[in-house]
């Protein structure tokens, strides 16, 4: 098999919004365990599954740190692409990624909005919690089928954050939340997408819906619910340049995101996703 590489690097600008650091590694961290079980489900769905010997060539569009691009790479027989905007999180995730002798993996620095993007040439074509952060979501599905082979599957997962609920109630989990959906900085971003997803789909005449779901994870491990406290930390001081919060106030919604945290009687939802199976046609 073909050794790892990153490729088609110039000329291409660095857009995701969130900074690469410690804490958002540990945030995707924890985005990949909280999601994995209905990921895996609906790619096994699209026909992966390390039970699955037939060489298949997949792509995961917006791969960031290349959690799944890993796991893809660990179920599939054949050729795994993962391709990303942003250069910093493809150089984590090619040293993170190895080929091995079942599997060849490839990583390349690609605009989904852009027109060179590969044709017809994958079985499965992945893609979750991309299109909420783009201008023109359209664009990016036309895209995904476009690189799709014909009967080939794509799955989606988009975002539903409207809802959010905590048991016992602590006003200031919502406050976090509210600030993360205020700030507007150098980035459009529809938090809702899922919403509005299958009707987007429903545009293109050569996709074909075979499988959705809304899932809706609750948190209730120290672990998983330390992602309230990485939004603040993440993007806190940008909440207090922004006027959006005082640095006093964010000290003190830092210090009750640990209790949540760290209270083995409390219970939170992060958000929701709708997932889809969709085969071009």
């Not at 890993?70 to 050729?79: E, P, R």
């Not at 359209?138 to 905590?166: C, D, F, Q």
């Amino acid at each position: 098999m073909p050794a790892m590489t990153v490729s088609n690097v110039a000329g291409k600008e660095n857009k995701y919004f969130i900074p690469s650091s410690v804490e958002e590694s540990e945030r995707l961290s924890i985005l990949h365990e909280v999601f994995i079980e209905p990921t895996t489900r609906f790619l096994n769905l699209a026909g992966i599954s390390s039970s699955n010997l037939a060489p298949i060539s997949v792509v995961d569009v917006g791969c960031g740190t290349g959690q799944m691009t890993k796991w893809l790479s660990d179920n599939v027989h054949g050729y795994v692409l993962g391709i990303d905007n942003d250069m910093q999180q493809l150089c984590k995730a090619s040293a993170n990624v190895k080929s091995t002798d079942l599997c060849a993996v490839k990583f390349d620095c690609l605009n989904i909005l852009s027109d060179d993007q590969p044709n017809q040439q994958f079985d499965v074509v992945y893609c979750r919690f991309l299109l909420h952060h783009l201008s023109d979501p359209l664009k990016a599905i036309e895209n995904l089928l476009r690189m799709t082979k014909t009967n080939g599957k794509i799955i989606i997962g988009e975002p539903v954050m409207h809802g959010r609920w905590i048991y016992p109630d602590y006003d200031e989990y919502h406050e976090i939340y509210n600030l993360h959906l205020k700030n507007q900085s150098n980035h459009i971003w529809d938090p809702n997408y899922g919403m509005r997803l299958l009707s987007d789909i429903a545009k293109f005449s050569n996709a074909v819906v075979r499988a959705h779901e809304h899932f809706r994870p609750i948190l209730y491990t120290e672990k998983t619910k330390r992602h309230h406290l990485l939004v603040l930390e993440i993007f806190g001081s940008e909440f207090v340049k922004k006027g959006l919060i005082s640095s006093s106030r964010l000290i003190d919604l830092r210090a009750k995101s640990m209790d949540i945290a760290k209270n083995n009687m409390c219970y939170t939802d992060l958000f929701g996703v709708v997932f889809v199976c969709i085969q071009k046609i």
